[in-house]
């Protein structure tokens, strides 16, 4: 299945007739985003950037930002170090920030290629709509979610998701309509 996606993807890349496309990959967690990324990575030999590396760092995490829709995520951060690059054409690095130990890890060096992917939750918040040349949207029915996300994060962490994730994310989808924003929708199956 992910085969086709990757080939249906390819061929809208083609399509569009661009010397660089840079292409965000947002959906609901567990649908499959960075797996598709790393695929298309493999496969185009692109720039992959990670959403997840720009969440909240402590001193960010006011009631303020919690009630923002999309607002758990650092996009002022991932403008200084990633948009602002990538419209100027140049390459780029940023430290991502770790969720678990609340603290950044090493840098990252990004070559800028011909294809650049954003990928994961918030990627497609209306603050980057004028850097996209392509928007991909990644569903996942809800059982089926939770099934991945307790095989990926383990049971101790799923009822954080169910009570947290998960909801600030269908806010943010809600709130700024992604999934009818985006030009490519996939449920992936694997």
Known sequence: MIQKTIEKIENKIQDLHLE??????????ASGKSTLSNE?????????????????QPH?????????AGGNVDYERFL??????????RD?????FECHSLTFSDEIKVDLKDVVIIEGAYSCHPMFDD???????????SDEQL?????RNGKNQLSEFINKWIPLEEKYFEEFGIKEKCELYFKLRF
């Not at 960010?60 to 923002?68: D, M, V, Y």
């Not at 850097?131 to 029915?141: P, R």
Request: charge should be positive; aromatic fraction near 12%; hydrophobic fraction near 40%.
């Open 20 to 29: 660089r496309c840079i292409i965000a990959i947002d959906g609901r967690c």
């Open 40 to 56: 298309l990575s493999r496969r185009l030999a692109c720039s992959v950037v990670h959403m997840d590396d720009f969440f909240l």
């Open 60 to 68: 960010q995490r006011t009631h303020q930002r919690w009630i923002e």
């Open 80 to 89: 200084a170090e990633v948009i602002y690059p990538i419209k100027n054409g």
């Open 92 to 96: 780029f690095s940023y430290r991502p």
């Open 131 to 141: 850097l996209y040349d392509l928007k991909i949207f990644l569903d996942v029915d």
């Open 147 to 151: 099934d991945r996300i307790e095989k």
